[in-house]
């Protein structure tokens, strides 16, 4: 069983920065694929950036690329995501996960999720 907690969201103004950060016990951390997703009001939740195993591959959203990075250190049991640039649109719960097979962006084969973290982009 693998618990996740994730911290460092706010508020930030439009163009403005963010490091969301997520600790993760129990298991062994460097087994799982690590993912960002977020939920904004009343939409459906979406992939924003995902990171393997060994942090040797990542994956990132169209909307996300190039102002989004997904990090982490497995001697730590932490995943990060900086990010830049922030627009209004990136408004939403974020929610780190871990999926105990591959790099993926798809939401149900991740096997743990944090409560998120709400972070807000004002214009």
């Known amino acids: 069983q693998v618990q996740l907690v994730e911290s460092g969201g706010g508020l930030v103004q439009a163009g403005g920065s963010l490091r969301l950060s997520c600790a993760a016990s129990g298991g062994t951390f460097s087994n799982y694929a690590m993912g960002w997703f977020r939920q904004a009001l009343g939409k459906e939740r979406e992939f924003v950036a995902g990171i393997s195993r060994t942090g040797d591959a990542t994956n990132y959203s169209d909307s996300v690329r190039g102002r989004f990075f997904i990090s982490r250190v497995n001697a730590q049991k932490m995943v990060y995501l900086q990010m830049n640039s922030l627009e209004p649109e990136d408004t939403a719960v974020y929610h780190c996960?871990?999926?105990?097979?591959?790099?993926?962006?798809?939401?149900?084969?991740?096997?743990?999720w944090g409560q998120g973290i709400q972070v807000t982009v004002s214009s």
């Open positions: 996960a871990a999926n105990m097979w591959v790099l993926t962006t798809r939401d149900d084969l991740y096997d743990y």
